[in-house]
């Protein structure tokens, strides 16, 4: 009978925990599913914090750290009201990289015809992996790449597409509607990579390059 009555306390125990973080499942899944959007179709969230330690609110609010990770192993704020809490979840998601199509010598300029995308889970890539062909435009690899070996940004020496001085051609777009203006480059940046533009008003945004030079901005 005492034995019927640990594994009973520890059932309801189990299923206490289970519950709890459940809380936080839906409400993560969503945050992450909105901000991997056009990078990976399949995300799943597990919450690593035991759930005693779990912050308990209807609306809980969430943010990441400013390091651009978004899968793997994560540490999360969780704002309730006033309060704050850092939690650490494990998130996979599933995505194309792009890989050697073929062997890649040192030295050797990627093009269309020498690297391919692959599907695959994005979390269990080394850091820094390439997940959009346009970072690996014009770029040069520094070492030899074997066929299907995922491409790190770390493998490749990128052509600068705008310099720190640059005058460029900045396209502020949101619902409906497009705006061009004038900025300073503050950073040199290659295709696809984020840039800072000092504006003629002074004022400094973030962007991203293009491949005709521009700095493209989403409002």
């Given at each position: 009978?005492?034995?019927?009555?640990?594994?009973?306390?520890a059932a309801a125990l189990l299923g206490m925990t289970c519950a709890n973080a459940s809380q936080l499942d839906a409400p993560l899944t969503q945050f992450f599913q909105q901000r991997l959007a056009g990078i990976s179709e399949k995300v799943a969230v597990t919450v690593k914090t035991p759930a005693a330690q779990l912050p308990d609110c209807p609306q809980p609010e969430f943010a990441l750290p400013?390091?651009?990770r978004m899968w793997g192993n994560l540490s999360v704020m969780v704002r309730c009201g006033n309060g704050k809490r850092y939690i650490?979840?494990?998130?996979?998601?599933?995505?194309k990289y792009v890989v050697a199509a073929q062997?890649?010598?040192?030295?050797?300029?990627?093009?269309?015809s020498n690297v391919t995308?692959?599907?695959?889970?994005?979390?269990?890539?080394?850091?820094?992996?390439?997940?959009?062909?346009k970072q690996a435009t014009?770029?040069?690899?520094?070492?030899e790449?074997?066929?299907?070996?995922?491409?790190?940004?770390?493998?490749?020496?990128?052509?600068?597409?705008?310099?720190a001085g640059q005058q460029v051609q900045v396209v502020a777009?949101?619902?409906?509607?497009?705006?061009?203006?004038?900025?300073?480059?503050?950073?040199?940046?290659?295709?696809?990579?984020?840039?800072?533009?000092?504006?003629?008003?002074?004022?400094?945004v973030n962007g991203t390059v293009d491949a005709d030079g521009n700095i493209l901005i989403n409002l």
């Open positions: 009978m005492k034995r019927l009555k640990v594994w009973t306390g400013n390091n651009g650490q979840v494990a998130v996979a998601a599933s995505g062997q890649l010598p040192r030295g050797t300029t990627l093009t269309a995308m692959k599907y695959g889970r994005l979390d269990r890539l080394p850091p820094r992996a390439m997940i959009d062909l014009n770029a040069t690899t520094l070492r790449i074997s066929p299907g070996q995922p491409i790190m940004l770390s493998m490749v020496r990128q052509s600068w597409r705008v310099k777009s949101g619902a409906g509607f497009s705006i061009n203006s004038q900025g300073k480059v503050l950073n040199n940046a290659a295709v696809a990579q984020n840039v800072r533009v000092r504006m003629a008003s002074g004022q400094i």
